[in-house]
């Protein structure tokens, strides 16, 4: 079965620090995402990436940057983090086409103080 | 802009045919129809798509309307472990996996 793995399911941290959110992927997949969740607002796309060191802003990339070094992972960075960031965040990955078939992680909820 | 309108809620009882809708009146030509599904503090599962023809694999049923502006995801026997959040989404074939999602049906499946 494909697995997407995030480092964390809870994360707590304070304003000002720098946060990082791992994930990665056993598939070989070129895709990967992240995405954040928030009541009321559904899931919104932050940052993709279509291929190693390669990397594409989402609709709120604000606050957030990405690296993708190796294929299989994709990690997300809160330079410094700041009580807006609180939410719940997404990672996926996918092969592209057609089948559109994304793989999602369990998710990492990040609650900022 | 939303792609696609889907109701806020609907319930199903156990052992009964969940028929959710999704309104998409401005599909274009290449774009496709995908369904996924959110449960309770899980990532969003894929669940099926579909172009113009009817599409059935192990999990549910995807029927749409002939001129493509609605279709149907069916759960042909819902059980207690279907409620979730069903997104409908359009999306073009060829536009890598970038998707969007909306609000979604929130579906409980009542004993």
């Known amino acids: 079965d494909v697995k997407v793995t995030q480092s964390s399911r809870y994360l707590v941290k304070r304003t000002g620090e720098k946060v990082f959110l791992e994930c990665v992927q056993d598939m070989d997949h070129e895709n990967m995402f992240w995405y954040r969740q928030d009541p009321g607002l559904g899931l919104r796309l932050i940052y993709f990436?279509?291929?190693?060191?390669?990397?594409e802003k989402g609709d709120i990339p604000e606050g957030y940057s990405v690296s993708r070094e190796k294929k299989e992972r994709f990690s997300l960075i809160l330079e410094s983090a700041s009580t807006n960031q609180t939410s719940m965040y997404l990672c996926?990955?996918?092969?592209?086409?057609?089948?559109?078939?994304?793989?999602f992680g369990e998710g990492s909820r990040l609650t900022v103080l | 802009d939303a792609k696609t309108t889907q109701p806020p809620s609907m319930d199903c009882a156990e052992g009964r045919a969940a028929n959710l809708p999704c309104n998409h009146s401005t599909i274009s030509g290449n774009e496709y129809v995908y369904w996924y599904r959110q449960i309770h503090s899980q990532g969003p599962q894929y669940i099926i798509h579909?172009?113009?023809n009817n599409e059935t694999n192990e999990m549910a049923s995807l029927i749409i309307t002939e001129d493509r502006k609605s279709s149907t995801l069916i759960l042909p026997h819902a059980t207690l472990r279907d409620t979730a959040v069903y997104y409908c989404i359009v999306r073009p074939f060829n536009y890598g996996q970038n998707f969007v999602f909306g609000p979604g049906t929130r579906l409980s499946v009542l004993p």
């Open positions: 579909g172009l113009k």
């Open positions: 996926a990955s996918g092969t592209g086409g057609a089948s559109g078939e994304l793989f």
């Open positions: 990436s279509y291929d190693v060191k390669m990397k």
